[in-house]
């Protein structure tokens, strides 16, 4: 049984866990993380989240608006973000794809947003109801210029609500947009589920309460640097500007700004990386994954101790600032490094960057919109563990 | 029924019986039982046929329930990004003004993202046909708000009822447009009954003719039901278009710059529908919100559509004889102030 109001779910909840839609408890996990502000435009395979946000969010004295199109939505969240709220949007591929200019504002205007983007089969309309993960690349690098980009991709349920708690935290801490990737199924799909537990999840990459929100609605008011409506007189621009906020064109002032962007973020990757690994040290292959298909990857996994393969599995929550650490550590030990996704292998390129020196990098692409099957993936690790075996 | 004149290029009509239209493709249509696409398009077809353009005919689709009409129609279609329609045919057209070149766009695609787009193809007058369905919600996506759902209709994204307040006022595009002096001809119909059917029929196939001489920026708005999304039957839906939605959004000409030129495609008296005796500028609001003491508007207590949040049929309750104009003599002498929509206060 599902439930259209969340505050029922949530005294439900307390008893035992129930069955929940994906893209609900994004909205679930955005309302706890204290969002409040919520601006967008319907698109499938994302509007549950929005359609839930309009129930709840005037309930907890929240903003939900309906905007004219994308663009609109997520400047309508920069203009709120401005003032001290903490703001999200949700949308998929087209939408995602208007949003970029802004995009772009956002980072350079060091506004604090999330936006949500549940993946489906592109480019352009695509197949809307096809789950992909065709956007990783455009999450890093969809609008123009040097810019820093904090990217997490959710795999269930469960990451859906403590993923956009992380990415509201991340997105105040850092005063940058962050992009949280989901896929058609990852957002429509239905699985039990509390947010008691899924708060409370353990990473290998160290202890994360997902239920503290960095800073209170009520503090980032305080601490707010250019904070509009709170008697400072600020400026705010999407021109590269200095420490007053009014635009520059001096070289060594510009060159300054932009690395502090990007040093905000990539200095601060053993906090922004997440990440689970299975099987730890015991594997000749290394299935890297994210995004629906690390529910496979575990799948296969599973399935490969019962033959006795050597494989562990390296389950990324955060794609960019790219956890160079973890990849390389991994890479020093295993002969081959698999990456199932669902396109033709974005992310792999990232990995071999980072990883080629040490291991054979293996793309396993797949865009005809089905998802990528435990079996299949078994078949691949059968294929490198025999070529490696007979070398 | 000249509606249903097959393919002569003569706008002469006459009466004959139904024929499946040269321009429609023989196959059923994937749209929802009582949707107004299937009429509409139907219509177009017949419109093409008439005129004897289909071959040298191209559609521009829309992104939403519109977005089918390329498997219906049998002529070249292109499909845009959300709302960009009118954009790519101005292209079309400039490159090829040989070709005939229309829009079919729904009011989500239209009147929301897109209104950038139909505002510059109106104000440039780009000699295009732009058809735009309006069913007051966004159909394909789930039934959601859209810019053109009325004032206390429920949705997907406003369950209570739209919300002056906290959402705004519905947009009459065909007005919108009228202040811009590249519009040459709008006109406001419905799809529910003949009459109005064939009241459409004659405005789709006038913006055509206007294209073919040259006259410049066309839109036809049809009022159209979506009653999946709207939570009635198909019934309920042609019933809530003739009494309600057509009050707000009146049918008939909105503009028409050129009547003179254009005498010998009007053989028909206009049409005999309630709501085309609102024409104009003349619109009650219905539903609309009620100012409370201090002025403040407050929401309206009955809306209309999906009732608790499922997906149930508006009841024969909203209809009370004693909350909707008698007929249209009424509405036309002004006396339907306190009519309509308006909140039976037995109500709870
Ligand atoms: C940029 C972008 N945003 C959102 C969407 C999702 N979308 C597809 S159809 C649609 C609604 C269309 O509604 P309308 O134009 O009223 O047509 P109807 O289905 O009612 O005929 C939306 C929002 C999209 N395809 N592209
Ligand atoms: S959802 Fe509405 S517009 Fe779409 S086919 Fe069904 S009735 Fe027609
Ligand atoms: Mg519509």
Redesign the interface.
């Known amino acids: 049984m599902e439930l ?1 109001h969340t505050h029922l779910l949530r005294e439900k909840i307390d008893q035992d866990s129930l069955l929940v839609q994906g893209n609900r408890a994004c909205a679930l996990g955005a309302l706890d993380a204290g969002v409040r502000f919520f601006a967008g ?4 395979p994302s ?1 549950e989240i ?2 839930t946000l ?2 709840e969010l ?1 309930l907890v004295g929240g903003v ?1 608006l ?1 905007m ?3 663009i609109a939505s997520i400047c309508a969240c920069i203009g709120a973000s401005l003032t001290g709220e903490v703001a999200l949007t949700a949308t998929s591929g ?1 939408g995602f794809s208007l949003m970029q200019e802004a995009l772009g504002y956002a980072v350079i205007s060091e506004a604090p947003l999330v936006v949500v983007n549940v993946m489906r089969m592109g480019p ?2 695509g197949r809307p109801t096809t789950p992909s993960q065709g956007d990783v690349m455009q999450a890093r690098w969809g609008t123009h210029g040097d810019h820093p980009a904090i990217v997490l991709a959710a795999s269930n349920v469960a990451d859906m609500y403590r993923l956009t708690m992380a990415a509201v935290r991340f997105a105040q801490r850092f005063r940058t947009p962050v992009t949280l990737l989901a896929d058609e199924v990852v957002g429509h799909m239905r699985e039990s589920f509390s947010p008691e537990l899924a708060g409370r999840y353990r990473l290998t990459s160290g202890d994360f309460d997902f239920t503290e929100t960095y800073i209170h609605p009520e503090m980032v008011r305080e601490v707010h640097p250019h904070q509009l409506g709170a008697l400072r007189h600020p400026h705010v621009t999407g021109l590269i500007h200095d420490e007053t906020g009014f635009p520059t064109n001096d070289p060594k002032k510009s060159e300054q700004f932009l690395y502090e962007l990007h040093d905000k973020v990539v200095h601060h990757r053993d906090e922004l990386c997440l990440y689970d690994i299975k099987n730890e040290g015991r594997g000749r292959v290394c299935i890297l994954a994210y995004g629906s298909c690390a529910r496979s990857a575990r799948a296969a996994l599973r399935l490969a101790e019962q033959e006795g393969l050597p494989v562990e599995v390296l389950h990324l929550y955060t794609l960019f600032p790219l956890p160079v650490e973890i990849v390389q550590k991994v890479a020093r030990r295993v002969e081959f490094m698999l990456i199932p996704e669902l396109n033709l292998g974005q992310y792999a390129r990232e990995v071999r960057k980072m990883a080629e020196n040490w291991t054979t990098v293996v793309s396993m692409g797949k865009v005809d919109g089905t998802l990528i099957a435990p079996q299949e993936i078994l078949e691949r690790v059968e294929e490198l563990v025999g070529k490696y075996e007979s070398i | 029924m000249d509606w249903c004149t097959e393919g002569t290029p003569s706008l002469v009509t006459a009466p004959v019986v139904t024929r499946h239209p040269r321009a429609l493709e023989s196959v059923a249509t994937h749209y929802c039982p009582g949707c107004g696409h299937g009429i509409t398009q139907r219509l177009l077809a017949n419109a093409l046929d008439e005129l004897g353009v289909r071959e040298r005919t191209v559609g521009v689709a829309a992104i939403g329930c519109s977005v089918l009409i390329y498997n219906y129609l049998d002529v070249d279609f292109q499909e845009l990004p959300h709302g960009r329609a009118p954009a790519g045919a101005t292209g079309i057209k400039r490159a090829r003004p040989d070709l005939v070149v229309f829009t079919y766009q729904g009011d989500g695609d239209l009147a929301a993202i897109g209104t950038a787009e139909i505002v510059h193809a109106a104000a440039r007058s780009e000699n295009i046909t732009v058809i735009f369905v309006n069913n007051c919600v966004y159909g394909m996506t789930g039934g959601q708000m859209a810019p053109t759902t009325l004032v206390g209709q429920r949705s997907e994204t406003c369950r209570e009822g739209r919300d002056p307040k906290l959402h705004g006022y519905p947009v009459r595009v065909a007005e919108m447009l009228a202040t811009l002096d590249g519009a040459v001809y709008l006109e406001r119909v419905s799809v529910t009954h003949p009459e109005n059917v064939k009241a459409a029929y004659r405005a789709i196939r006038k913006a055509f003719a206007y294209q073919l001489e040259d006259r410049g920026f066309s839109l036809v708005e049809v009022l159209s039901p979506c009653p999946t999304n709207w939570g009635m039957t198909p019934s309920e839906a042609v019933r809530w278009i003739d009494e309600v939605v057509s009050r707000y959004y009146p049918l008939g000409v909105i503009k028409d710059c050129a009547p003179v030129h254009f005498a010998h495609l009007l053989e028909h008296p206009p049409a005999e529908s309630p709501g085309a005796k609102l024409h104009g500028f003349h619109y009650e609001t219905v539903a609309g919100p009620e100012a409370d003491e201090s002025g403040r508007l407050t929401r309206p207590q009955q809306p209309f559509g999906r009732r608790g949040g499922r997906w149930t049929a508006i009841s024969s309750k909203d209809f009370q004889p004693e909350s909707r104009p008698e007929s249209g003599s009424q509405a036309e002498s002004g006396g339907a102030a306190g009519s309509a929509g308006d909140p039976t206060p037995e109500d709870p």
Do not use: G, L
Request: aromatic share 16%; hydrophobic share 25%; glycine share 0%.
């Open positions: 259209w435009y319907p698109i499938t509007s929005m359609e309009a129930r005037p939900f309906q004219e199109d994308e087209p352009s309309t």
